[in-house]
């Protein structure tokens, strides 16, 4: 396998995927966590999500 002559390209290719999935799952769990203390904050701050209230 390594002395396919597109075992260079391959390789920098399944790199590539990797890194932009590892970035995609680290930007996703960043942005949950961002949300998640935004949303607290708020809580704390006296503001209810429409869904708590009573109709």
Same mark, same amino acid.
């Given at each position: 396998?390594?002395?396919?002559?597109?075992?260079?390209?391959? %390789?920098?290719?399944?790199?590539?995927?990797? =890194?932009?999935?590892? /970035?995609?799952?680290?930007?996703?769990?960043?942005?949950?966590? %961002?949300?998640?203390?935004?949303?607290?904050? =708020?809580?704390?701050? /006296?503001?209810?999500?429409?869904?708590?209230?009573?109709?």
């Amino acid at each position: 396998m390594i002395d396919d002559p597109h075992f260079g390209f391959i %390789l920098a290719a399944y790199l590539i995927a990797a =890194l932009v999935f590892v /970035g995609l799952v680290s930007w996703i769990v960043t942005d949950y966590r %961002l949300q998640k203390r935004t949303l607290e904050q =708020l809580e704390a701050s /006296g503001v209810r999500r429409r869904s708590d209230s009573e109709v």
